[in-house]
């Protein structure tokens, strides 16, 4: 965050202050009162469940210069129309002050594990800025942006969307130099209502390039390679036939992907330490952004070699005393990325392969389809056991036959598990957010 007085701040975002306005914001932003910063702001937010407004007498004894509210609380703060507006106004200024590359990446699955290991390939080039966990929407975006100051060398932003405009409003607040297009696929296609539709959203981050910019695109997903065509910045693609070549792709005996990347007259052998198959795109596509701004690919190869997993709930490895081994991917699924975990799964070394899958949310008439096909995916790849938790997950345990059990909750899912588990195993814990599916993982764990 760059040096400004609360009434600066103020003055962005068209507010008012009440109490002392000259109190310095030398940090960022938070929306959780318990991590407000010294020096930083708290911004209250009025939730469905939560009220942040209740908590900003906690902001303000942690040390926060002021509380950005739509109504007054306690002193200092700066009231506004819409606190979620003055967030992407104030973020728009401070960018603006600053002059780091802006990278934003985007795709339908795999943004968070790209944009981690984008950020630990350009931190020794660089001060690297990127989201903590999955900042990716309104308020991710401008919160990420005034985590920003004069060092910063690199700004890689995440970017999520929930309809056709919403990349474009984000592109506004941190326009990129780089934009990254990772995948067009089935998540969130309830609300999109079709794939098409999805890469027409996608595709407004490479809209908002200038020409001196750069588009990375995967060449090995037509509607993504199509979006070529919708920028006059320079192209770089990656992927079995892209500019960056992604080839002979193979796991080791702990699931994590060894692989080759060529450009040009340039090959590497690449390692990511990170479980499944699919992190071989991840890193191809957060090589070629490196690429793209003047790394060499030898130099990339043995960063990613150091890449581990850094956001929770994302094929991250836990090890019980007793050596049963939890995979936790429950922070988000869709078809796509299922597929990806449960092959990841199937290639492990393991006494029994066990998956725990929850409900996809969120995808409209394919919903019962995409269930039913994740339960035969699971018999065909001969996941030892596969237990659906809940309702909404009953089409897997129909899909994948007699190897199947459906529970109704997590508590029941435990339960069952407990009974049967032996610590030569390995069990994947994954379903969409909404299903809190990560509460098997604690339970397994003894968190």
Known sequence: MIVMSVADVAEVVGGQVHGDGSTPVIAPATLDSRDAQPGGLFAALAGEHVDGHDFAAQALAAGAAAVISSRPVDEPCIVVDDVTVALAQLATHVLGQLDPVVIAVTGSQGKTSVKDLLAQVLEPSGT?????????????????????????????IEMGARGVGHIASLCRIAPPDIAVVLNVGQAHVGEFGSPDVTARAKGEVVEALSAEGTAVLNADDPRVAAMASRTSARVLTFGATGDVVLGDVRLDDAGEPHFTLAHSDTSVEVHVPQIGGHHAANAAAAATTALALGLDLPAVAERLDHAGARSPMRMSRHVRDDGLVVIDDAYNANPESMAAAL?????MRAGRRVAVLGEMLELGDVSDESHLELGRLAARLDIDLVVAVGAGAAGIAEGAGERATAVGDVDEAVRSLSAWLSPTDVVLVKASRGIRLERVTEALLGH
């Open 128 to 156: 690297t800025i990127a989201p903590v966990g999955s900042f990716n929407n309104d308020l991710g975006v401008p919160l990420t942006v005034l985590r920003a100051d004069q060092e910063t060398d690199y700004l890689v």
């Open 343 to 347: 092959h990841a799964l199937a290639d």
